[in-house]
């Protein structure tokens, strides 16, 4: 679950860490107002979309005057802004953060990640900040330092050590690293957070370390743990499709392809993806219907498979463990007659009442086509399209 940049400053910002003053416009009114109540000479106009890349699409601006900001403002809300990781297509900017401009001395770049490696979670920094870390890492690796964190212990002096040695931080710089390191950790760890990125972390002409940008994401899967997070979507940022499934439990992500599939199971969701493209032909999504879905869901997710206009067939594809094939059967035949399914649907059961699902299938007299293994259903819905 991605949020803007405004919504995760406002969480970091309960954990003490030091991030610059703001205000987010909803609309192009009471502008002046929220102008003033940022800075009274210098401030800084900001596009809030769910992409990085901003500042070279046009998308963030500096403003020395209220009259400018009202100018940018009006520019900036509304605009399909389009950065590389948008795509050609761009996105709608309907929300605008107007932040306090900052005498900004020098640009660090600081992220915490679960380290799947290291099982742990883990800082990585630089003093490259300001720039794409992809690049740095491609260009001068050196510059790139990771530090991983003992859950037991936390953040260490010797962790303090490491990291300020990694950014140049010495004297009362340092003391602010310490206590900003520490906050962070508490508030990627007590948030379950899968991804805080600071870039850049800047050095005020003052002497005081801010935090000019910050990107969050959390991990889906603690969200029952933060009811008040889930108050922080954007649906003008997400895809439909995937919005509706998350309301009814589903795991669905929308790719690119022709063949929607509807599977059981994570790991025998990818192997039907893997297979697909094996055939020649490309998935249209991940969808994984759980290990104990009604009827009432396998519909839905046919609904929502369909929802998207390139899908030219679809595979069912269910080891009945804990799910019964006859109920997985039922929902096909429920869904083929609410929904109208009019591309080439390809069935392959195995499992618990396997020989009840078949026989449902088989005696609803709808043009389905069954499959005896996945090798041979990942065949005929490639034929079929």
């Given at each position: 679950?991605?949020?803007?940049?405004?919504?995760?400053?406002?969480?970091?910002?309960?954990?003490?860490?030091?991030?610059?003053?703001?205000?987010?416009?909803?609309?192009?009114?009471?502008?002046?107002?929220?102008?003033?109540?940022?800075s009274?000479n210098?401030?800084?106009?900001?596009?809030?979309i769910h992409?990085?890349?901003?500042?070279?699409?046009?998308?963030?601006?500096?403003?020395?005057?209220?009259?400018?900001?009202?100018?940018?403002?009006?520019?900036?809300?509304?605009?399909?802004?389009?950065?590389?990781?948008?795509?050609?297509?761009g996105?709608?900017?309907?929300r605008?953060?107007?932040?306090?401009?900052?005498?900004?001395?020098?640009?660090?770049?600081?992220?915490?990640?679960?380290?799947?490696?290291?099982?742990?979670?883990?800082?990585?920094?630089?003093?490259?900040?300001?720039?794409?870390?992809?690049?740095?890492?491609?260009?001068?690796?050196?510059?790139?330092?990771?530090?991983?964190?003992?859950?037991?212990?936390?953040?260490?002096?010797?962790?303090?050590?490491n990291?300020?040695?990694?950014?140049?931080?010495?004297?009362?710089?340092?003391?602010?690293?310490?206590?900003?390191?520490?906050?962070?950790?508490?508030?990627?760890?007590?948030?379950?957070?899968?991804?805080?990125?600071?870039?850049?972390l800047?050095?005020?002409?003052?002497?005081?370390?801010?935090?000019?940008?910050?990107?969050?994401?959390?991990?889906?899967?603690a969200?029952?743990?933060?009811?008040?997070?889930?108050?922080?979507?954007?649906?003008?940022?997400?895809?439909?499709?995937?919005?509706?499934?998350?309301?009814?439990?589903?795991?669905?992500?929308?790719?690119?392809?022709?063949?929607?599939?509807?599977?059981?199971?994570?790991?025998?969701?990818?192997a039907?993806?893997?297979?697909?493209?094996?055939?020649?032909?490309?998935?249209?999504?991940?969808?994984?219907?759980?290990?104990?879905?009604?009827?009432?869901?396998?519909?839905e997710?046919?609904?929502?498979?369909?929802?998207?206009?390139?899908?030219?067939?679809?595979?069912?594809n269910?080891?009945?463990?804990?799910?019964?094939?006859?109920?997985?059967?039922?929902g096909?035949?429920?869904?083929?007659?609410?929904?109208?399914?009019?591309v080439?649907?390809v069935?392959?059961?195995?499992?618990?009442?396997?020989?009840?699902?078949?026989?449902?299938?088989?005696?609803?007299?709808?043009?389905i086509?069954?499959?005896?293994?996945?090798?041979?259903?990942?065949?005929?819905?490639?034929?079929?399209?």
């Amino acid at each position: 679950m991605n949020i803007h940049e405004y919504q995760a400053k406002a969480i970091l910002k309960n954990f003490n860490v030091p991030v610059p003053k703001g205000e987010i416009l909803l609309s192009k009114d009471n502008i002046l107002e929220a102008a003033k109540n940022v800075s009274d000479n210098l401030w800084v106009v900001k596009a809030q979309i769910h992409a990085g890349g901003r500042g070279k699409g046009g998308g963030v601006k500096i403003a020395k005057s209220l009259e400018e900001v009202e100018t940018l403002v009006d520019e900036i809300m509304g605009m399909q802004l389009i950065t590389h990781q948008t795509g050609p297509e761009g996105k709608k900017v309907r929300r605008v953060y107007i932040e306090e401009g900052s005498n900004i001395s020098d640009e660090l770049y600081l992220s915490l990640l679960v380290d799947r490696q290291s099982s742990q979670v883990s800082f990585i920094v630089s003093t490259e900040g300001g720039v794409n870390i992809e690049e740095v890492a491609e260009e001068t690796p050196e510059k790139i330092t990771t530090v991983s964190i003992d859950p037991d212990a936390g953040v260490t002096d010797d962790d303090v050590e490491n990291l300020s040695s990694a950014l140049n931080l010495d004297g009362d710089l340092k003391a602010q690293g310490s206590d900003l390191f520490r906050s962070l950790y508490t508030a990627f760890v007590e948030s379950d957070m899968s991804l805080l990125e600071i870039n850049p972390l800047v050095i005020t002409g003052e002497n005081n370390i801010i935090c000019l940008d910050a990107k969050v994401n959390f991990d889906s899967n603690a969200l029952f743990r933060h009811p008040e997070y889930q108050e922080l979507i954007d649906p003008s940022e997400e895809d439909e499709a995937e919005l509706k499934a998350s309301e009814f439990g589903l795991s669905y992500i929308k790719l690119d392809g022709n063949i929607g599939c509807l599977v059981n199971g994570a790991g025998l969701a990818m192997a039907t993806m893997d297979i697909i493209k094996l055939y020649g032909a490309e998935p249209a999504n991940f969808l994984d219907v759980g290990g104990a879905a009604t009827k009432e869901l396998v519909t839905e997710a046919f609904k929502i498979i369909l929802s998207d206009k390139n899908v030219e067939g679809i595979l069912v594809n269910i080891f009945g463990g804990i799910m019964r094939c006859d109920v997985v059967a039922e929902g096909i035949i429920s869904a083929a007659n609410e929904v109208n399914i009019s591309v080439p649907l390809v069935v392959r059961l195995e499992g618990t009442n396997v020989d009840l699902g078949k026989k449902i299938i088989e005696d609803s007299d709808l043009s389905i086509i069954s499959a005896s293994d996945l090798d041979d259903a990942s065949k005929k819905i490639t034929e079929a399209i």
